[in-house]
């Protein structure tokens, strides 16, 4: 078994002109490869996304249309991108979007690529976990460990907190086999993260929103959540709860 500090990893992130898998382009692509010990080699680069970029997205991550103008196209970079990060446990916060996008990409542009059998880590599934933090965002948790920062929302800024936010969310852990093996079993949330019931604790949520939510395609730690909820008011547990939302307030 490798011990966790041992481990090689690359952390990586996309900057994108929006959150459509299919319709969206990225813009910006950044991967650092690291240890606990140090980080050895990064990759970065803007792309030219060949549209317009919408106002929405521009105040995230500030990357403008004059900034982009002339930068390399996605198929010119993604095949050494792709390449750079080969044969690495990926990680990085709700790393899912950031695989499924550089796997549209390689399928728009005919890039081969061994992405989909590649291992990741989700940072955000971890601060689930973790369970100290009201909100999992990057950002909260990167104020909530203290990790200085330059304050761009940028790729690379992205990715330097987040492999200091991943090395403070696996302290308990002594190899990457642990790891991945608790990552494969659902992560019970208390709260809800999104929808009109966004920040609220489960027992607090109408059991018909909770019924409509569990038919809905979120990730097995949101589905998994709703359906230990919803059994335990089927159960009798929390019958009052189920009947009266604010109950607890």
């Not at 990926?90 to 979007?97: L, M, N, P, S, T």
């Not at 992205?158 to 494969?184: A, G, H, P, S, Y």
Request: aromatic share 8%; proline share 4%; with cysteine.
């Amino acid at each position: 078994m490798t011990l966790l500090k041992k481990q090689n990893f690359i952390c990586l992130d996309c900057e994108t002109t929006g959150l459509d898998i299919e319709s969206d382009e990225i813009i910006e692509l950044a991967a650092v490869k690291f240890n606990f010990d140090h980080n050895f080699e990064e990759m970065e680069t803007l792309i030219d996304p060949k549209r317009t970029i919408p106002e929405d997205s521009i105040r995230i991550h500030n990357i403008t249309q004059k900034m982009v103008a002339g930068k390399p196209l996605i198929q010119d970079v993604l095949p050494s991108f792709l390449k750079f990060i080969e044969g690495h446990i990926i990680i990085g916060h709700g790393i899912k979007f950031d695989i499924d996008i550089l796997l549209n990409a390689a399928k728009k542009h005919k890039v081969p690529n061994k992405l989909n059998s590649q291992l990741y880590i989700d940072t955000l599934r971890l601060s689930r976990l973790y369970g100290q933090t009201s909100v999992n965002s990057l950002e909260v948790l990167r104020k909530h460990f203290n990790i200085l920062t330059d304050g761009a929302h940028r790729a690379m800024n992205d990715v330097i907190v987040n492999i200091e936010v991943f090395k403070r969310l696996t302290t308990n852990f002594k190899t990457t086999q642990n790891l991945l093996e608790r990552l494969k079993k659902p992560i019970t949330m208390k709260t809800m993260p999104l929808g009109k019931y966004k920040g609220r604790i489960f027992k607090e949520i109408p059991t018909v929103y909770l019924s409509w939510a569990v038919t809905q395609k979120f990730d097995q730690d949101l589905l998994f959540s709703i359906k230990s909820e919803l059994k335990k008011r089927k159960s009798g547990k929390l019958f009052s709860q189920a009947s009266n939302p604010f109950s607890s307030l």
